[in-house]
């Protein structure tokens, strides 16, 4: 298999992750994740086009089959890193997403799969995000969510302030909450017997199950 830079490596990984949520991923979006120019988001592009390893239509990405192995490699290992850093190490869920964007690279796989041994196999990772391969995700915003009970299943985006407001308000996956109201600007919800007031840029990034 070729060896590929971190920075290929992040782009490959960010379009699995932007088309396992979205669907489809566009240009546009790793622009945005990146924050790099046009530029050099389609050299990175060119490249990983002419390794084999993504097709372009418009501006709409897909993996191949070659890019989505390495791609799922890459997730696997930074979900996994994380739990071994939660789960093993006691560390906090918003610098284990952190390291884990190093750690990610590194692991041969055989030490991979020592680490998977060790955490027992798990599901997910701590944000809830699915090992691939491990569990089909079925789901939907609590921001567009109906009056009712749900369980949290994901924190969708692990950036530092999302995983903040979260735990502030107590929103882990596999948490039980009632969703009481809701508007546009924020929803109220019942959780861990508290009522609590969630901006709705918050509930945007919970996803949730009907129980
Ligand atoms: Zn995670």
Not at 43 to 63: C, Q, V
């Amino acid at each position: 298999m070729v060896e590929l830079s971190e920075p290929l490596e992040n782009y490959l990984k960010e379009i699995y992750e932007i088309e396992s949520i979205n669907g489809t991923a566009k240009v546009t979006d790793l622009i945005i994740a990146f924050q790099v120019s046009p530029g050099t988001i389609s050299k990175a592009l060119e490249r990983l086009e002419s390794l084999g390893l993504i097709d372009r239509k418009n501006k709409r990405l897909r993996l191949t089959d070659d890019g989505l192995r390495i791609a799922e490699r890459l997730v696997r290992s930074h979900r996994l890193s994380e739990r071994l850093l939660t789960d093993i190490l006691g560390i906090d869920w918003i610098r284990a997403h952190e390291i884990a964007h190093r750690l990610e690279h590194i692991w041969p796989d055989d030490i991979l799969q020592r680490i998977d041994e060790v955490l027992g196999f798990p599901k997910t990772c701590p944000h809830g995000h699915p090992i691939p391969g491990r569990l089909e995700i079925h789901g939907e915003l609590l921001s567009k969510a109906k009056l009712g009970k749900y369980k949290i299943i994901m924190i969708i985006k692990e950036e530092e302030w999302i995983l903040r407001k979260a735990e502030e308000f107590g929103l882990f996956p596999g948490k039980e909450l009632t969703l009481k109201n809701s508007s546009n600007n924020e929803i109220l919800i019942e959780v861990n017997g508290k009522d609590e007031s969630i901006p709705i840029m918050v509930a945007e990034q919970v996803m949730v199950d009907g129980t």
